[in-house]
């Protein structure tokens, strides 16, 4: 699996280092087109975070109960 693919799949409060790794790889290679690819990548996992976020704030019984212990652990929720 390649790494646009392990950081689209994975799990939503995962840590992007999936994704920082490849990344920074690819930078250093000067392969700027998979760069590209991996960071809009990151980017729609970082925004199915920020709406799982939204979605605990407003309604936390429906989030996911890694997220809701997080963000209650934060004082969020």
């Known amino acids: 699996m ?3 693919a392990l950081v ?3 799990e939503p409060m995962c840590d992007l280092q999936n994704a920082v790794d490849p990344l920074t790889r690819a930078l250093s290679l000067h392969q700027l087109e998979e760069a590209d690819e ?3 990548a990151a980017a ?3 925004a199915r975070v920020r709406h799982y976020i939204r979605e605990a704030k407003g ?3 429906s989030a ?3 997220l ?3 963000l209650r652990d934060r004082g969020l929720i």
Do not use: E
């Open 2 to 4: 390649n790494a646009v």
């Open 8 to 10: 689209d799949y994975a």
């Open 38 to 40: 991996i960071a809009a």
């Open 44 to 46: 729609r996992h970082i």
């Open 59 to 61: 309604r936390p019984h």
């Open 64 to 66: 996911p109960i890694p």
């Open 68 to 70: 809701r212990r997080r």
